[in-house]
């Protein structure tokens, strides 16, 4: 049962990366889905989530309008598109699943998380 993130890299700033969530040893169905990332010295923070029992999609207010959340079913995958990036977006990017999410103060946070993965490094810098 495994999660890997992947897609990261240096980008300048009002780029675009696309991350991917790969899923193996179990399927995504039933699970909702939510990226966090966590940049050098700060805590961790939700930054979308997917169901993938209704396909609602829910973002925090720092990268609302500018990343997508989507589900590849064919390829058990959960992708991030990030346009107009920031050099305040510069972090480590994971992936967990759990059973619902919800945005609290801004933020996706995820309740009774099952799994999680390792993070991709995304720099924003010219």
């Known amino acids: 049962v495994q999660l890997q993130a992947s897609g990261g890299g240096l980008v300048q700033p009002g780029g675009s990366l696309r991350l991917s969530c790969a899923a193996s040893?179990?399927?995504?169905?039933?699970?909702?889905i939510v990226w966090f990332r966590q940049a050098p010295g700060k805590e961790r923070t939700g930054v979308s989530c997917?169901?993938?029992?209704?396909?609602?999609?829910y973002y925090g207010d720092s990268v609302k309008g500018r990343f997508t959340i989507s589900r590849d079913n064919a390829k058990n995958t959960v992708n991030l598109q990030m346009n107009r990036l920031k050099t305040e977006d510069t972090a480590v990017y994971s992936c967990?699943?759990?059973?619902?999410?919800?945005?609290?103060?801004?933020?996706?946070?995820?309740?009774?998380?099952?799994?999680w993965g390792q993070g991709t490094l995304v720099t924003v810098s010219s």
């Open positions: 040893g179990f399927n995504l169905d039933n699970y909702v």
């Open positions: 997917l169901s993938t029992t209704d396909f609602n999609t």
């Open positions: 967990a699943v759990g059973s619902r999410c919800a945005i609290q103060h801004g933020a996706a946070r995820l309740y009774e998380a099952d799994h």
